[in-house]
């Protein structure tokens, strides 16, 4: 069982960077992969950025390829997503997820936070 609970979230202008954390529970956590996901208003959750449980292997959804970073640090049992020159349309309430597998599909992943708003305002 692994438990996550995202943070970082909040009001920010384009052109902006936040960094949004995701702590998780459970002395397993090296042994997952983490991603993150948003999901806009009426729109459907979309896959961002996933990381492998080594931290060796990355994928970012072509949107934000170049302007977004995920990275993890196992000692702390967090993972991070570092987001920089930040668009309107990255406005969304954002998500982190568990797996024992690296996968870009929301339904491959087992575990879920309770995620955190990012607003980016024009």
């Known amino acids: 069982q692994v438990q996550l609970v995202e943070s970082g979230g909040g009001l920010v202008q384009a052109g902006g960077s936040l960094r949004l954390s995701c702590a998780a529970s459970g002395r397993t956590f090296s042994s997952y992969a983490m991603g993150w996901f948003r999901q806009a208003p009426g729109k459907e959750r979309e896959f961002v950025a996933a990381?492998?449980?080594?931290?060796?292997?990355?994928y970012y959804a072509d949107s934000v390829k170049g302007r977004f970073t995920i990275s993890r640090n196992n000692a702390k049992n967090t993972v991070y997503l570092q987001m920089n020159s930040l668009k309107p349309e990255d406005t969304a309430v954002y998500y982190c997820?568990?797996?024992?597998?690296?996968?870009?599909?929301?339904?491959?992943?087992?575990?879920w936070g309770q995620g955190t708003q990012v607003t980016v305002s024009s």
């Open positions: 990381i492998s449980w080594s931290g060796g292997s990355t």
């Open positions: 997820a568990a797996d024992p597998h690296i996968a870009t599909p929301a339904y491959e992943y087992d575990y």
